[in-house]
């Protein structure tokens, strides 16, 4: 099948949005193999949205439309899809006893015009929104699909999986099922040398390299008639690429490195405690962001100037004017007065250039990151490369990362 | 003017980005009243760009293209719209004059396949791509306007805007100027009251708020022949609305609260401290972003638990259990007490419940800031509604108001 999609919404042709539904609409049709040969967006006006229609079914058998499902009198994409088939539109119940439903549960008075939510494509399947209240629906006539589907993301992005699903069990046998495995600590051409031989024979599970912010993602993707045989698949594939760069694998799909150490640090019971100099509190404020931080940050001090490393957080003033505030005993003593001050079990301090300038004579990027708890106490070195944001981004993941592998007792990775 | 957008690239196709060049376009056209009625994406398939072409000239006189300019086989973006016009394609020698000088400034080799970057569709007038190889160019024909640019942002965006200049010069006479006024410390609704009768009577300038993480911007648009009487309108509608809601205003234009404090801060040659309960980091973070951030900011402490409240910081017991964390008496001695142990000349306390749960049987929400100088310590209660980040958002950018505030004597905006 192909694809078009089509948009509709005066606020995208203003730019006060970018349309983001045709990005994940068209990424997940990729991901089953339907091609998407066009992305048009039109405003809420019937006239033009006909023409849209009428020139998408001259090119394409799926018309995926987002947006003009609701209330008001400038929704009008299922009247307008509904003139060019030729169908009625009739209120479906259940969509009606819903969007009753959330009247009675907000207290709010039900006016006529939400009514008119309710109507459908006559003969179509209707899909419900679990999120919102305009229901969605999937039409069929002369060969060709219709899907409309609402315009707000966090309603047509759920709706959208159900009708992947619906689609593959009507259309296709075959069950598709994708993994993302999550790396860190090692470059994208890196990872993709190691296993140049999987990535280059690869056809199903296909692999799919992605480098973002300092990490790289492995996207697995299987296809077999037995859905038990692609999850196979894919633990093949992952047993088979683990074996050479799984030093580096940190999680799977959507988690991040600070949530996989938060609840790495909430399962082992363990408390951190960050010094910050070129970090500033980029540490502390990544942990902080979840509900339940109390349990395993204590706290921390941000060192930006020698005066407060030295006065607040007891760095020797001999190591500072000696080996300066960039350098290895600066970020171990950083690491272990936090712990000690804050009580924590780990402790640790980021030291380095986020430029522009260097500093102390050295480098834009070179970062010493010390990592204390009550056995050990030791610093890495790095030197990152970019502007000053991504630097200090770059150091605090790292410093995540040396924790992960502290309380997994896995080795550091150094540069 | 009606204008259709036509994105050429299979990348937007298979969902691995956003059509943000559409919006930005968009956004541009609707502020100097053109309409655009439709944007159009598709491939890198010249059958199907043809389509696009042919369909967009029949409903748009203004036609604008992204993507499909560089040097490889796919990039067919001139070379079919050449086709359509039934023109050639030329080389344009200062083109390929800067792409030259590229080559030998990076010592990489030119290969023959960038020589197609110099070639411009005959009769165009070329736009230089400042940030980039490919040039841009326009191209008039039977009354309907051509306009081709890469697809980079970042070298599309400069370009768009010295279009915008050449199209007013050619198609329009009035000058049109924009200026940006930001709030903080007043609700969308209630700036609207307060203004509501110089909003309704809008005509020119147009007046146009826009709320968002806590704060509201109006941009105000005036039309007129000569450039200076523009502007003058604009001074005289921003006189109106500063009588209103003068105290408010922070900034203008893109500036961010962070960055008028961080400037603020430099000219007033004061230093800051920050003591961070529930924002955890964030305030000396956002500090910390701007090179140059050591001459203002001594550093701060982040007291996630009430053992680092007192042992570190030095808040009294007394208070912590009396009053507890979330008080008026604890919010201040954070402000006065990171302010004396960083020796800044300003401190800031931030404490208060993120939620999602209660604490110390406050409601989420509530939260103390300190703000203390040499003269003075006091803290100041707020309310914030929403979620646990949008809470320890707000609250940060709250000290940078009250900051601000002091800094510049004027009374803080209590809720």
């Known amino acids: 099948m192909n694809a078009e999609i089509i948009a509709v919404g005066s606020e995208l042709l ?5 349309n983001t539904n045709a990005r994940f609409i068209s990424e ?25 229609i009428r020139h998408a079914e001259s090119r394409a058998d799926l018309l995926i439309f987002t947006g003009g499902l609701g209330p008001t009198k400038d929704d009008l994409t299922k009247e307008t899809v509904a003139e060019v088939l030729g169908r009625k539109l009739v209120t479906d119940q259940e969509a009606m006893n819903s969007i009753a439903a959330y009247f009675r549960t907000t207290g709010r008075k039900m006016t006529d015009n939400n009514r008119k939510q309710a109507l459908v494509i006559e003969g179509s399947r209707v899909l419900p929104n679990r999120y919102g209240m305009a229901p969605g629906m999937i039409t069929e ?31 296709g046998a075959a069950h598709i099922q994708s993994r993302v495995l999550r790396f860190f600590g090692i470059g994208e051409s890196q990872l993709e040398t190691d296993i140049i031989d999987l990535i280059e024979s690869q056809s199903n599970p296909t692999i799919a390299p992605l480098a973002k912010e300092g990490e790289v993602t492995l996207r697995l993707t299987a ?43 909430q399962t082992k ?19 902080t962001s979840f509900a339940g931080a109390s349990t395993v940050l204590k706290g921390g001090i941000v060192c930006y100037t020698n005066e407060v490393k030295e006065q607040v957080l007891h760095v020797s003033g001999e190591v500072l004017q000696q080996e300066g505030a960039v350098s290895r005993r600066c970020a171990e003593e950083m690491a272990r007065s936090v712990r000690k001050m804050c009580a924590s079990d780990i402790g640790v301090g980021f030291t380095g250039v986020a430029g522009p300038d260097k500093s102390e004579g050295k480098d834009v990027g070179t970062v010493y990151i010390g990592l204390s708890d009550a056995n050990e106490t030791a610093a890495f070195l790095f030197h990152f490369t970019g502007q ?7 150091s605090v993941k790292t410093g995540y990362d040396l924790v992960r592998r502290r309380l997994l007792r896995l080795p550091p990775i150094a540069q």
């Open 269 to 287: 019971k363990k408390t951190v405690a960050f010094a910050e100099s070129l970090t500033g509190g980029m540490a502390s404020d990544w942990l």
């Open 28 to 52: 997940q049709l990729a991901f089953i193999g339907v091609n998407v040969y066009f992305h048009t967006v039109c405003g809420d006006n019937e006239g033009r949205l006909l023409d849209a």
């Open 141 to 171: 006539q002369d060969g060709r699909v219709y899907l409309l589907m609402p315009g707000v993301p966090s309603e047509m992005e759920p709706m959208f999986l159900d009708f992947i699903r619906y689609y593959q069990s009507r259309y």
């Open 388 to 394: 000053r944001q991504k630097i200090r981004i770059r």
């Open 223 to 265: 296809k077999h008639e037995h859905k038990d045989k692609a999850a196979a698949m894919l633990d093949q594939m992952e047993g088979k690429i683990k074996k050479r760069v799984g030093r580096y694998l940190y999680g799977y799909g959507e988690e991040t490195l600070p949530e996989v150490v938060f609840r790495l640090l």
């Open 14 to 18: 203003l730019g006060q949005i970018a």
